[in-house]
């Protein structure tokens, strides 16, 4: 199941829409769509803040697309949804506390007393 994500930027709640990458050796910025997957040197922003991005002086902005769009959840991620709300309402049968080995004493409230006390 695909999670969702959020806007990198500070204090940006908004879902996440378009992927933001740095290309250092070509003083390049590229801003294409949502990657599938979140990368550790890439940036999701939403479509405001993709839509306004600005790149360092003397860099290259690159948009592979210029109307980002949040696509909302999949198919998959409802239908994961779903059989997540499913388990957890399904009644649980109780559960017995295991029973004690033979190695370990018996937890009992009767105990044996010897005469010659």
């Known amino acids: 199941m ?20 740095y ?14 997957d979140a990368e550790p040197h890439s940036y999701d922003l939403c479509s405001h803040h993709a839509d306004r991005f600005s790149a360092p002086r003397g860099w290259d902005v690159v948009h592979i697309h210029q109307e980002f769009v949040d696509a909302g959840p999949s198919p998959d991620d409802l239908d994961a949804l779903a059989r997540a709300v499913r388990e957890a309402g399904r009644p649980r049968a109780p559960q017995q506390p295991p029973a004690p080995l033979a190695s370990e004493p018996r937890r009992g409230h009767l105990r044996v007393v010897s005469g010659d006390a």
Do not use: E
Not at 4 to 19: D, E, K, L, N, V
């Open 23 to 36: 290309v250092y050796a070509d003083s390049t910025v590229v801003v294409g769509q949502l990657a599938a």
């Open 2 to 21: 695909k999670s969702t994500r959020q806007c990198s930027r500070t204090s940006c709640s908004r879902p996440a829409a378009a992927t933001l990458t």
